[in-house]
């Protein structure tokens, strides 16, 4: 039978409902139930609410964008199978024919206009990027056009992680706008889903469970994408580390994501499981609230000691990474100076920005200069998580008289109350599949303004040559000059401590014998590409 290519895939030339069938009766013969669990939750059901790592990889299930990455992140061709730039600021993306949405309605230009559209708006987590890809417009039914504000060196990447959605579904449950996840707005979309993808929600309990079926009409089954035998998957949130081990040694789970650091040796000589590992392009670091004259959760005699960089790099000065790194994480993480998901990536060479030396003395001499002789009082938001690194900080920051309650508490909660700015000093993390910097730069670094560029920046700190080197980088083609730029925001964040990065993360996931998954940089696990045997 001839063939034609589609991006990086091939499909017969005569592929129909004969050629679907058999490739669905081929994978029928080894079908498998797929469960697996970690500690945090799927937050929402809704793509563009949340830009969370684990809510993003259950939500890629289910939703498309138009460009996705593949096994090794490398960019490939999903809703939209070709593309071509027309101009330094005009995109045209050609859409797949014959894709339908779960529900047996037809995909269509129409419902990438109002994808973006919706993306766009201010309850939206992903309006920064959905801004700085233009909005697009309908040339036919399956052509769209993407006019960009200024060039975008990074237009394929911001797209592969803006998922789209069906416009008729969307009005139809009243969720034509982003739920306001802040303020734990309750939407039909938050629960319910109708995608083009891999598999369809089938339902989803908050904070206990999502389930998903395969979805049989899938364009990737045809192109090959699905090479997986996953029919029905389970995604569990599980908090406690004894139960999640406890189900994966007993074969009540398939797979843990986030294995307890201290358990992995002993795994890794268990006949009965596997561990799957892998450098994450993950950063944590703390962020402080810069902004407020008086401190919003602590004693501080109605005053903000974070608004001194003093006090910063006191605290900076009073952290010892390398016993996090060793004592808590079990060498799981790797000590950074930069908060950047991916520095050598992003062209800052390792070395180059080096950290300030952990150094008690010097925290407490800084602490004096500042007025803060006496310490103060702080409340640390944490996720449950990190509670053990938090909790960790905290003893670090009591030897140099910063008294520090630890508020651990589950992902909605977290996210929801920094997004809400409810917080005076928090452990913060951060991955992204693509090495370039831009995207940290843009959401968390920027300052806060109408466009999405600084939703992240929960500090809310202002720095105005901070933002024009952000805003020059955004619309640098030129890698070189884009690169140096980025080098020169980085060098301006690390000087005025206006974050202290901790570590990147090294990820380990705890499987059982019989199960193969792909551990990519970004720590998505995707059942498309998992296999039980």
């Known amino acids: 039978m001839a063939a034609r290519a589609v991006g990086s895939f091939v499909?017969?030339?005569k592929a129909g409902i004969q050629w679907l069938l058999l490739a669905a009766l081929a994978f029928q013969a080894g079908a498998a139930s797929f469960r697996w669990a970690a500690a945090g939750d799927?937050?929402?059901a809704d793509p563009h609410a949340q830009d969370a790592q684990l809510t993003n990889a259950l939500n890629l299930h289910v939703y498309e964008p138009l460009v996705m990455r593949g096994k090794r992140l490398e960019l490939l061709p999903a809703l939209a199978e070709r593309w071509e730039q027309v101009s330094p600021t005009e995109w045209r993306f050609h859409l797949r024919r014959h894709v339908k949405w779960h529900d047996g309605t037809p995909f269509t230009s129409d419902?990438?206009?109002?994808?973006?559209a919706r993306a766009r708006g201010p309850t939206s987590n992903y309006r920064a990027y959905a801004t700085a890809v233009g909005m697009p417009r309908a040339i036919d039914s399956h052509t769209v056009a993407f006019t960009t504000p200024a060039p975008n060196p990074v237009m394929l990447d911001m797209l592969a992680g803006i998922m789209v959605m069906s416009r008729a579904w969307c009005e139809k449950h009243r969720s034509t706008a982003a739920q306001d996840f802040a303020a734990r707005e309750e939407t039909y979309a938050a629960r319910h889903a109708n995608g083009t993808g891999a598999f369809r929600l089938a339902e989803r309990v908050p904070d206990v469970h999502s389930r998903f079926e395969r979805n049989p009409a899938w364009w990737g089954i045809a192109a090959g994408v699905f090479d997986g035998n996953v029919d029905t998957m389970t995604f569990s949130t599980i908090r406690s580390d004894a139960t999640r081990m406890a189900g994966l040694r007993s074969g009540s789970l398939d797979l843990v994501h986030d294995?307890?650091?201290?358990?992995?040796?002993?795994?890794?000589?268990?006949?009965?499981?596997?561990v799957i590992e892998g450098r994450e392009n993950f950063v944590v670091f703390l962020g402080m609230d810069q902004a407020r004259e008086s401190l919003l959760h602590g004693d501080?005699?109605?005053?903000?000691?974070?608004?001194?960089?003093r006090v910063r790099l006191a605290i900076y000065h009073a952290i010892d990474a390398a016993a996090l790194d060793r004592v808590v994480n079990r060498g799981f993480s790797v000590a950074t100076?930069?908060?950047?998901p991916h520095p050598e990536g992003a062209g800052i060479p390792a070395g180059s920005i080096p950290r300030y030396p952990h150094d008690e003395a010097a925290a407490r001499r800084l602490l004096a200069e500042a007025g803060?002789?006496?310490g103060f009082a702080v409340t640390l938001d944490c996720l449950n998580a990190r509670d053990k690194a938090c909790v960790a900080i905290a003893g670090m920051l009591a030897r140099v008289g910063i008294r520090v309650a630890v508020n651990s508490m589950p992902t909605p909660q977290f996210l929801a109350k920094g997004q809400r700015r409810d917080t005076s000093f928090y452990m913060l993390g951060w991955g992204s599949a693509s090495p370039e910097a831009i995207f940290l730069l843009q959401r968390v670094f920027h300052s806060r303004d109408a466009t999405g560029d600084g939703d992240g920046n929960w500090g809310d700190y202002?720095?105005?040559t901070l933002d024009a080197l952000i805003d020059r980088a955004k619309a640098e083609m030129d890698l070189a000059q884009r690169r140096a730029l980025v080098r020169e925001a980085m060098r301006r964040v690390h000087d005025n401590v206006y974050y202290i990065p901790l570590h990147h993360r090294i990820s380990p996931w705890a499987a059982r014998a019989n199960v193969e998954a792909v551990h990519r940089a970004n720590n998505h696990l995707h059942a498309a590409w998992v296999r039980i045997r």
């Open 462 to 464: 202002r720095d105005a």
């Open 11 to 13: 499909i017969p030339a």
């Open 300 to 309: 501080a005699a109605g005053r903000n000691p974070f608004k001194d960089r």
């Open 372 to 374: 803060w002789a006496d």
């Open 259 to 274: 294995p307890p650091v201290q358990d992995v040796e002993a795994l890794r000589r268990d006949a009965r499981v596997k």
């Open 337 to 340: 100076a930069m908060p950047l």
């Open 42 to 44: 799927h937050v929402t």
């Open 111 to 116: 419902d990438v206009v109002f994808s973006f």
